[in-house]
């Protein structure tokens, strides 16, 4: 049984930085590309980073390039998002999610991934 555990979230100031984590057990992690998504509220999930499985390429969604990067520590089972300049449209539950099988749909869209982890809130106030 795979499971996914988010941690880190918490309230920050606009302009401040958070880094949030993301635990993976009872798999392979090494073997899977990991993303991360958000959810605002009354809006869908949307994606926001995700990185190969070897860490060796990254891809952004465009409105957070410049202030996120997503990280994993393949020995560490776990997956990182440092976010920096954080803005009150970055408020959301942040979720990681993992695809094992990759191939079904767009690396941007959710039903890509196969595990996902019950989230963390991030609230950037004003």
């Known amino acids: 049984q795979v499971q996914l555990q988010e941690s880190g979230g918490g309230l920050v100031q606009a302009g401040g930085s958070l880094k949030v984590s993301c635990a993976v057990s009872?798999?392979?992690?090494?073997?899977?590309?990991m993303g991360w998504f958000r959810q605002a509220p009354g809006k869908e999930r949307a994606f926001v980073a995700r990185i190969h499985r070897t860490g060796g390429s990254t891809y952004y969604t465009e409105s957070v390039k410049g202030r996120f990067t997503i990280s994993r520590d393949n020995a560490k089972n776990t997956l990182y998002l440092q976010m920096n300049g954080l803005k009150p449209e970055d408020t959301g539950v942040y979720y990681c999610?993992?695809?094992?099988?990759?191939?079904?749909?767009?690396?941007?869209?959710?039903?890509?991934?196969?595990?996902w982890g019950p989230g963390t809130q991030v609230t950037v106030s004003l």
């Open positions: 999610a993992a695809d094992r099988m990759g191939g079904r749909g767009s690396i941007t869209q959710a039903r890509r991934y196969d595990y």
């Open positions: 009872g798999g392979l992690f090494s073997t899977y590309d």
